[in-house]
């Protein structure tokens, strides 16, 4: 893994994404990690699936980490989300950033998280208990199944 | 590496650490690591030394942890913090906390850093290129010479 900003099909190592912003100005590295969650306010997932318009989807985390270094110029930013079937512990995205001070580093990543959801072409398939649903982002708190991929966008 | 809360003389796994947390409840998981930084305000570190009251800071840890969970009681934690030599880059503390949705994650492990500094007995020692300074606790902003460890602590 070298690329700063990447769409994988393989488990994430969380310590790569590190290694990838580790540097001698750094001293706060501030890391988030997703993983599937087994229940959903009592709803109980089997396991995900994430889909993606891959080119424009690292196209776009490029893009947040433009955004992050005109707000956090002393930032560096690596930014690596999973697709295809994920079952419950597993990582979908690891969102690293180093800076000189610890604060920026928090802010930072707390930035990148929010921005994927709401900019980042990627799909969620929700394998329930009961059934399953397309959920358009990755928002727990805004669902938007119209957002669900049409097959061309599926690469 | 399974205690929770625990002094290393050895490097750190940040992996190691994230998968102390990592559990079915968990749907985010917030890393914070703590390097050594080359340039402090234009000032060049060549190496850092900590030095701790080991068992007391462990026991620190802990109370930390109780801290963690009455204020963010779905979080999980765990908070290892290496001692001895370290040069630029070297990981010095990795606090991993998971929890079931993003927020928390990250406000309990902004929570847990800023704690340490203020409550955990290791004390750090930088050598400058042009000299070394005990500092008393490891604040950027407020460091306090004079908390400098005494021999009887350091064991």
């Not at 900019?119 to 358009?136: L, R, S, T, Y």
Request: some cysteine; overall charge negative; glycine content about 6%.
């Amino acid at each position: 893994m070298s690329k700063l900003f990447c769409i994988t099909d393989d488990p994430i190592s969380v310590e790569e994404v590190v290694q990838l912003v580790s540097r001698r100005e750094a001293g706060a590295i501030n890391t988030f990690i997703g993983t599937v969650r087994e229940f959903t306010y009592g709803k109980r997932t089997l396991h995900l699936e994430y889909q993606t318009y891959r080119s424009m989807a690292e196209k776009k985390l490029e893009q947040l980490g433009v955004e992050i270094e005109e707000r956090w110029p002393e930032a560096k930013t690596a930014i690596v989300h999973r697709v295809g079937r994920l079952d419950i512990e597993d990582v979908a995205v690891v969102i690293a950033v180093s800076t000189p001070h610890r604060a920026d580093s928090y802010e930072a990543s707390r930035y990148a998280i929010e921005r994927i959801k709401e900019m980042v072409p990627i799909w969620k398939k929700e394998h329930w208990e009961d059934g399953d649903a397309w959920i358009g982002d990755q928002t727990e708190t805004n669902p938007y199944p119209e957002g669900a991929p049409q097959k061309e966008d599926l690469k």
